[in-house]
């Protein structure tokens, strides 16, 4: 009887860690779910306003908002179809388009569930130090959790904007009697770099980089709710 109640102590922290990763697992699947139905809403809100402007002639509103559909829900087959629809070159890098496969979000809640469940396995490690299941579901989700960080830290790293307007000019300096390198059309998508004074850095998907008033943009990130 002494031995049956000195071994059962052993098994309550990977039974306990076993219950809590498949509880947090469980959990974000169901917040992730839940999360892409209403960013589907979302984005379906901006489908909506983007054939509206395409009604209206207006390109640039148009491809405003149909990239932002695309910001928000970018696995949904109606988002895809209406930005592709739209013949707007994409001038994010391959990397970062990828990255958007998940959203910033999503990654967000990756990263949160996947350090609960690492923080909660180095603590039955440090408790139980002989526990080796502890030990490779700590590591696992340590690993997990910085992926997580990275990508989402990644995916927002540049900043996809959308000329409005009719044109606007791409300047080769930062202020408004300088060269125009080009003109660049409305609805072009941009990613935005630094800003200075009135004016901010811009590389279209030609890799064309210059400088344009920061009227001339808007940033697809914003606005979307």
């Known amino acids: 009887m002494k031995a049956r109640m000195s071994r059962a102590p052993k098994w309550l922290p990977r039974v306990a860690l076993a219950f809590v990763a498949c509880v947090a697992i469980g959990a974000a699947s169901f917040a992730t779910r839940n999360l892409f139905a209403e960013e589907t809403r979302q984005a379906q809100a901006f489908v909506d306003e983007g054939h509206r402007a395409l009604m209206r002639n207006d390109t640039a509103a148009a491809t405003l908002a149909f990239e932002r559909a695309r910001w928000l829900a970018p696995r949904a087959e109606a988002v895809r179809s209406a930005v592709t629809n739209v013949g707007v070159k994409d001038a994010e890098p391959f990397f970062y388009r990828a990255l958007r496969l998940v959203t910033s979000r999503e ?31 700590a590591l696992a989700a340590g690993g997990a959790f910085v992926l997580g960080m990275v ?70 990130a914003n606005s979307k709710s």
């Open 107 to 137: 990654w967000s809640l990756l990263a949160t569930t996947c350090g609960w469940i690492s923080g909660i396995g180095i603590a039955f490690v440090v408790v139980r130090s002989r526990s080796r299941t502890a030990q490779w579901v």
């Open 151 to 220: 990508a989402m830290i990644e995916s927002n790293a540049s900043s996809p904007a959308i000329v409005m307007g009719i044109e606007a000019p791409l300047l080769v300096a930062p202020y408004a009697t300088a060269p125009i390198e080009r003109s660049l059309p409305a609805g072009t998508m941009v990613i935005l770099g630094r800003p200075y004074d009135g004016f901010v850095h811009v590389e279209d998907s030609d890799g064309t980089s210059g400088w344009m008033r920061t009227s001339g943009v808007e940033c697809i």
